[in-house]
């Protein structure tokens, strides 16, 4: 979800989220892949920044043009053109500090201004440098009109298959390059356009996934790394392309928020159960529940700064529904809808071609035929318990966006794999994590920390997603600025 405004670009109360969660990405299992293999072995001459001037708007930093091939492998031709932001003190003591954002779908350089501004403290001893991955951005933004009018940035908002399969013929057979691993490839060469031998590498929600992989990709090139609201690099049991953390969180954040004095006198998860057992639109209340963290943590405000009227106190909204009083509750879910947007600020096609690329389904991988997807899915869901969904249902599981998109994207040849649970190099790693995110849940962030040998893992209660961008505290910020200058 992206760096922005909680209320910028919303329709009626739209929010695009401080950096693009990717709830599901968890079951991505994409990494290392031999396109990543061959540009680690290209010629650093080969990769260079062109067209270098002024960023506009933004004092102190240079903008330019990485080309990059479509195929890292070589096999198809074909380049694209990335943006570049870099800050003009290239003889920093401390080197560079890549910052990726998120999605997928998200540019990096239009919110280089926003996030220099949030990391000034550390910025005189680091080069800030962040690039619009492939995909996304003003040059080169995958723009699938049907699909992004239907769910814009969101995760679980569910697309016409329509939409989804014109968007999949839109791209071409070039959509099995928009993988994980063709960013990570991207990176390096980026690195080696800087003229670096090494970096410090700082992702945020998906882009922490990025960081991951670009870590087991290239140890050696990693001095630190950061990962804000963290995407676990792989799910050995490949459950969750349900989300199943996910959907558990609900319970446990509405419940810690109703814990804060004073105390709600009820269980708010028991009232998303019962809602989701009698209306069957978990997959609505799922989807404003993760876009209502970017507007009130807390989730109770009744009057959170900066929205209409009526657009705060989730858990008060959700006990009426359960005892006949729906309208605030409905009110929320159709006012918080993340459909639409610009293509150029969040791509939804760029998002679909490397979810569906990247991860492995019920069915396996996109490269199964559509035709031959459902009845694996629909045994798997039967499979579900409701300890594994609860306060939400095994539909829901089996209905979110991402499932469903990818249940109708066209055959595609897969991102390849690599093993999972990989431990991350022994170079040091800060995780931070807020306690109510339910974009990129807490578990996830504790799952990857077993597999960081020198990681750090940082817990910011009553902080949503984002850190960095978002956090009304200091606590994560202030360790992040520690582990920089340590």
């Known amino acids: 979800m992206q760096y922005q405004g909680a209320m910028a670009g919303m329709r009626i109360a739209k929010v695009l989220p401080a950096v693009l969660s990717v709830a599901a990405l968890a079951a ?264 209502y963290e970017f507007i009130d943590p807390t989730y109770r405000n009744p009057h959170p700064p900066q929205t209409p009227p009526g657009f705060g106190d989730v858990v008060g909204a959700l006990h009426a529904a359960r005892h006949g009083r729906p309208a605030h509750l409905d009110q929320l879910i159709s006012g918080l809808s993340q459909a639409g947007g610009s293509p150029s600020e969040f791509s939804s096609g760029l998002h679909a071609a490397t979810l569906c690329t990247d991860m492995r389904f019920p069915w396996g991988s996109d490269a199964v035929p559509p035709a031959e997807r459902r009845r694996p899915l629909v045994r798997a869901t039967a499979r579900l318990t409701v300890a594994q969904v609860f306060p939400f249902d095994a539909r829901t599981a089996a209905d979110d966006g991402i499932m469903q998109t990818c249940l109708a994207w066209p055959a595609t040849r897969p991102a390849p794999e690599t093993p999972p649970g990989a431990l991350l190099p022994r170079i040091p790693v800060l995780l931070l994590a807020g306690d109510r995110d339910l974009s990129t849940p807490l578990e996830w962030a504790q799952q990857e920390a077993h597999r960081a040998p020198l990681g750090e893992l940082v817990i910011v209660r009553g902080a949503s997603h984002s850190i960095q961008n978002r956090e009304q505290g200091h606590q994560g910020r202030d360790a992040l600025f520690a582990f920089l200058l340590r």
Not at 224 to 240: E, G, K, M, N
């Open 28 to 291: 991505c299992t994409a990494a290392v892949s031999t396109r990543a293999a061959a540009a680690a072995a290209a010629p650093s001459g080969m990769a260079r920044l062109t067209g270098q001037h002024p960023c506009p708007g933004t004092t102190g930093f240079t903008c330019s043009t990485l080309t990059v091939p479509l195929d890292h492998t070589g096999h198809v031709g074909g380049t694209l053109r990335l943006q570049v932001a870099a800050a003009g003190n290239v003889r920093a003591p401390r080197g560079t500090l890549l910052l990726l954002t998120g999605g997928p779908g998200q540019p990096g350089v239009p919110f280089v201004s926003r996030l220099a501004s949030r990391l000034a403290p550390v910025l005189h001893a680091y080069r800030l440098v962040m690039f619009d991955q492939r995909g996304t951005g003003q040059l080169g933004a995958i723009n699938c009109p049907a699909l992004q009018a239907a769910v814009g940035s969101s995760d679980i908002a569910v697309p016409p298959a329509s939409a989804v399969r014109a968007c999949a013929d839109h791209i071409g057979p070039a959509r099995r390059f928009y993988s994980t691993a063709d960013t990570v490839a991207d990176i390096d060469m980026l690195r080696a356009a800087l003229g670096v031998s090494a970096m410090v590498v700082d992702g945020i929600s998906y882009g922490a996934f990025v960081a991951e992989h670009y870590a087991l990709a290239h140890p050696g090139r990693v001095r630190r790394l950061v990962l804000d609201s963290v995407l676990p690099q792989s799910d050995p049991q490949r459950t969750d392309a349900f989300y199943l953390v996910g959907l558990r969180a609900v319970g446990r954040v509405l419940r810690l928020a109703c814990r804060v004095p004073p105390a709600c006198g009820f269980d708010p998860a028991q009232d998303v159960a019962w809602l989701v057992r009698h209306r069957g639109d978990g997959v609505r209340i799922f989807d404003m529940l993760v876009t």
